[in-house]
């Protein structure tokens, strides 16, 4: 079972990005999936999270109103879409699952997907 976030790259001040993040070997129907992103020289940091379970969203207050979570019917993909982006949303994006509510502490999330770059830069 894994996790795999893609979608980083190279964007401009104020552009937009998609993230993904895909299970395969398990459904993520019912689970909690988060983003965290790590930018250089500072501390990982959670930004978003969903409850399968509810529906309910969580956002940290740098990204809301810029990004938005969401989640496909099929229980495979968890996506992030930013936009209005800024040069300090630059860093490595990562996905997490686990726990039965959202928050931002990192123990209770047991599966993360290896990271994806987001440079926002012009």
């Known amino acids: 079972v894994q996790l795999q976030a893609y979608g980083g790259g190279l964007v401009q001040p104020g552009g937009s990005l998609r993230l993904s993040c895909a299970a395969s070997?398990?459904?993520?129907?019912?689970?909690?999936i988060a983003w965290f992103r790590q930018a250089p020289g500072k501390e990982r940091e959670g930004i978003s999270c969903?409850?399968?379970?509810?529906?309910?969203?969580l956002y940290a207050d740098s990204v809301k109103g810029r990004f938005a979570i969401s989640s496909d019917n099929f229980g495979n993909t968890v996506a992030l879409q930013m936009n209005s982006l800024k040069p300090e949303d630059t860093a490595v994006y990562y996905c997490?699952?686990?726990?039965?509510?959202?928050?931002?502490?990192?123990?209770?999330?047991?599966?993360w997907g290896q990271g994806t770059l987001v440079t926002v830069s012009s």
């Open positions: 969903i409850s399968n379970r509810d529906g309910s969203t």
């Open positions: 070997g398990f459904s993520l129907n019912y689970y909690v």
């Open positions: 997490a699952t686990g726990g039965h509510w959202c928050s931002w502490y990192e123990g209770q999330f047991g599966l």
